[in-house]
């Protein structure tokens, strides 16, 4: 199985390598986009601020690159925020695929929300054989609401996505490669669509 990581100076990539090691698989760290489009599993991480990480994306061929794919994605942290259509961090235009627009948590809460919480979550696909309730890690101070894509939620200053699908695109706003078995249970699920 080809797997890839896409690199655009945007991701805490190596740890995502290794877990991905942890569960047999080589992922290749690459921005060549004939080595994306040929992959059987992309995985599209990131962190940082969305309107930099677009332009690193738009400098690199991936922001026309990524809607096109056809084989399973998997977005992680801002991966995923840049799936949606728009955010309101630097009020930037993501990729698209996703309708929603990405919002910041109010005032009346910590930012970022760092630290481990609770996912509810549709007990198959991504989350399959994964417990309900189960902790998963999280750092960011940007989320993307509840609409018909969530497949998994969680509640910091009401509910919102931490979780959601379209056709072969996946996203999830924790960090699978920090959150212990039921992490690692996820990816796992993911290689195996």
């Not at 942890?22 to 962190?47: C, M, W, Y």
């Not at 994306?57 to 922001?63: F, H, I, M, Q, T």
Request: proline residues 5%; glycine residues 8%; aromatic residues 8%.
């Amino acid at each position: 199985m080809n797997t890839v990581i896409i690199d655009y100076d945007a991701g805490n990539v190596k740890s995502l390598q290794f877990a991905l090691e942890r569960l047999g698989v080589e992922a290749q760290i690459t921005h060549n986009i004939d080595s994306i489009s040929s992959a059987d599993k992309v995985v599209f991480p990131g962190q940082g601020e969305a309107a930099s990480a677009m332009e690193k994306l738009r400098s690199k061929g991936l922001d026309t690159l990524i809607p096109k794919l056809r084989q399973p994605v998997l977005g992680i942290c801002l991966g995923m925020q840049l799936l949606c259509k728009q955010t309101e961090e630097g009020n930037t235009q993501g990729l698209g695929i996703l309708p929603s627009k990405v919002k910041r948590f109010p005032n009346i809460v910590k930012v970022p929300q760092m630290g481990w919480n609770t996912v509810n979550h549709n007990a198959e696909g991504l989350f399959e054989g994964i417990t309900q309730d189960c902790y998963m890690y999280l750092v960011h101070s940007y989320f993307v609401p509840i609409t018909p894509n969530t497949i998994a939620q969680t509640n910091y200053a009401g509910a919102y996505s931490v979780a959601v699908q379209k056709d072969n695109f996946y996203g999830v706003q924790f960090h699978p490669e920090k959150s212990s078995k039921d992490g690692l249970r996820l990816l796992e699920n993911f290689l195996k669509f």
